[in-house]
């Protein structure tokens, strides 16, 4: 995304009266940030509730001086913007019905979000908790999971600890701006968690403090990002309730942990599977089983198995690889991807397939057998 794209993305996130969810609407209507401001017209149709404050609104956006400072910190900090438009963007999260348009991330934003599971829990967790999740995530370690939580007190932290100590990445999603950690006790774990090469991601800007209301608006992202989402403890109400409801509602897989039935850690917990709004969770196995995890590591070891494979002819290397990669190609494609003459390219596929290598369907495209 250009300096230019990220005024308008950030001019869009600053107009008054507009909420996440109108604004995720608006971008489904152009292809870009900078469109919306060139002709707001198909906006303010598609959302006449939101049209004439839309149309004011954008045209009161005429000084860009004011997203220098935040650019500016863009830059110094070395964050990556993520747009809504972006190929990068997380697929799972641009599926619910308010996804944020821009994520700030400090860190290495994972390219792949399958295997993902989100950890909540109460912020005084019971001294049990460290124990059962963390025999959870060890015993998901060989599906590579990503674990995603808050980086608040209790479960959020033992959550993420967890997945560090088990060498596996986890991201932390921050109701604040980039510029502080909350809680200030939590810097340390911060910075071992990227280092670790997870992430801090969050949509406020930089220097946006924490406050009240911006701790459930977050938790729709951690229930939005990932395949499912475990609850480890809860009371009956409160911000992992909160997220467990949203990860229900956005059609994903809850699991929660029985607990003990008089205990107040539990209260959360046994009310969603008594309601079936989650699965009763007391092994790695019973989400890894939910979530289908044996066969996505099924297929990524035949694939590390295809990526070992040996060629003598370079152009039977490039083309294996290049099938392997994006899943498919015709004739044509393949021809302009490497300096290879029509005879030479017809005659490596031919042998490939007399090989029992690759396959040509009906639609005229070789695929990997």
């Known amino acids: 995304m250009n300096s230019k794209e990220l005024e308008y993305a950030l001019a869009l996130k600053s107009l008054k009266n507009i909420g996440t969810k109108t604004q995720a609407q608006i971008c489904k209507f152009y292809p870009s940030f900078e469109a919306i401001f060139e002709d707001s017209a198909i906006a303010r149709k598609k959302i006449p509730e939101w049209g004439s404050k839309l149309d004011a609104a954008i045209k009161s956006v005429n000084n860009k001086i004011q997203f220098k400072r935040e650019l500016g910190f863009i830059e110094k900090y070395n964050i990556n913007v993520i747009s809504i438009y972006d190929s990068s963007y997380p697929e799972l999260l641009k599926d619910i019905n308010d996804p944020p ?28 908790a460290p124990l059962h ?36 990445k986890t991201v932390a999603v921050l109701a604040h701006g980039l510029s502080l950690i ?23 800007l930089f220097e946006q403090k924490p406050n009240r209301a911006h701790f459930p608006i977050r938790n729709r992202i951690v229930a939005g990002l990932t395949q499912g989402l475990l609850l480890a403890e809860s009371k009956l109400k409160g911000g992992a309730m909160i997220s467990a409801n949203l990860a ?24 969603l599977i008594k309601s079936q709004k989650a699965l009763l969770c007391t092994h790695a196995n019973d989400i890894v089983e939910a979530l289908n995890w044996q066969q996505i590591l099924e297929l990524d ?19 294996y690889h290049y099938l392997l990669e994006h899943g498919g190609a015709d004739f044509n494609t393949l021809l302009s991807k490497w300096s290879l003459g029509h005879i030479e390219l017809s005659t490596a596929l031919l042998e490939m397939e007399m090989e029992g290598l690759l396959k040509l369907n009906l639609k005229q495209e070789y695929h990997l057998v």
């Open 182 to 204: 909350y809680p200030a006790s939590h810097r340390g774990l911060a910075a071992q968690i990227i280092d670790s090469g997870g992430a801090l991601i969050t949509e406020y």
């Open 101 to 128: 348009i821009l994520l700030f991330v400090k860190g290495s934003m994972p390219d792949k979000w399958s295997n993902s599971i989100s950890v909540v829990g109460m912020r005084n967790a019971s001294l049990k």
């Open 248 to 271: 229900h509602a956005y059609d994903r897989i809850v699991f929660a942990l029985p607990g003990g039935l008089n205990e107040v850690h539990s209260e959360g917990c046994l009310s």
């Open 133 to 168: 999740i963390n025999t959870i995530i060890r015993d998901l370690k060989a599906f590579k999971p990503l674990i995603v939580s808050g980086l608040a007190y209790g479960i959020d932290a033992i959550g993420h600890r967890a997945a560090i100590s088990n060498q596996l």
């Open 301 to 319: 070891f035949k694939r590390d198995d295809k990526l070992k494979k040996d060629f003598a002819n370079n152009s039977h290397r490039n083309i």
